[in-house]
């Protein structure tokens, strides 16, 4: 009897490895697909921006109004520069330039693994070389969401950016595992975080410290607003506030009641559409000086 609780207690426990395995294989495995300009429904660029460790970032670029400024669009994680596509429109009628990007193994931007941010901050360090390369006159902002938002605040190079808008952050690593985790094996999760943590620092062959952008926030110089719901169980509310307590101002926050871990333009609308221009405007916007 005692033989088979063992070897009942060995067999559960292995299951549990390889799933671990299994989910820490799926969360870094790349997610290419194509993007095609027709899917952008209004008149875009296409770019390919070289970044520093040879590959190609692929990109859409839309023109504005000279001085207006110009954003960065960063989309989450397994997704790519479709997913921007509804803020483009919105801020092209702004009339400002935008550049939506795919991040490295996303989209049509080659890569081995996502990286929670690690090597996808390189596509964002391109893509601002760019920016300043081909609009030296134009102050720029960036919207990162989720892993694009991580993107923007590891970016290993102070970026400068006139103005920055993070939505969906998490403020380290082990916090959006243990948070997914609960998600999938409800309150047990948080027992398998440690194996979890071990098997990403493997598969990415790095200290997870690095991808905490909570210890990164400090060292920014831009305004920052950072938008979160509150029922976003993935990155919680209380999470959100932490990442706000831990800026440099100038800085704001906006909790969305109600709203989970999607896109905040689908869900908030109008008023999303408000905030986000009002806090552009204030930092972009040429004035006499």
Excluded at 136 to 143: D, K, L, S, T
Excluded at 219 to 234: K, R
Excluded at 249 to 256: T, Y
Aim: with cysteine.
């Amino acid at each position: 009897m005692v033989h088979k609780i063992v070897i009942q207690i060995l067999t559960s426990m292995i299951a549990v490895t390889l799933s671990i395995f299994a989910i820490g294989a799926l969360l870094t495995g790349p997610a290419p697909s194509a993007v095609n300009t027709l899917s952008a429904d209004f008149p875009v660029e296409s770019v390919q921006i070289p970044s520093l460790n040879g590959s190609i970032v692929h990109a859409w670029l839309v023109y504005g109004k000279p001085t207006r400024g110009i954003i960065l669009l960063v989309h989450p994680m397994r997704s790519n520069r479709l997913e921007m596509l509804s803020r483009a429109r919105l801020l092209k009628d702004q009339g400002y330039s935008v550049l939506l990007i795919d991040l490295q193994a996303h989209g049509e931007t080659v890569g081995e693994r996502i990286t929670f941010g690690l090597r996808e901050s390189e596509s964002v360090e391109a893509s601002i070389t760019f920016l300043r390369e081909a609009f030296p006159q134009e102050r720029i902002g960036a919207i990162g969401v989720s892993l694009g938002a991580a993107a923007i605040i590891l970016a290993k190079q102070d970026l400068k950016l006139d103005a920055i808008i993070l939505e969906s952050l998490h403020p380290t690593l082990a916090e959006a595992v243990d948070n997914r985790l609960k998600l999938h094996f409800g309150s047990y999760g948080s027992v398998l975080l440690p194996l979890m943590l071990s098997q990403l620092s493997f598969c990415l062959d790095t200290s997870l410290d690095k991808l905490n952008p909570i210890t990164r926030l400090n060292d920014l110089n831009s305004p920052l607003l950072f938008i979160s719901g509150t029922q976003d169980a993935h990155t919680t509310q209380s999470e959100t506030e932490r990442l706000y307590a831990a800026a440099r101002p100038p800085k704001q926050i906006w909790i969305i009641p109600g709203a989970g871990h999607f896109n905040m333009h689908s869900y908030a609308g109008k008023e999303y559409e408000q905030r986000i221009i009002a806090f552009l405007s204030e930092y972009l916007n040429r004035r006499d000086e």
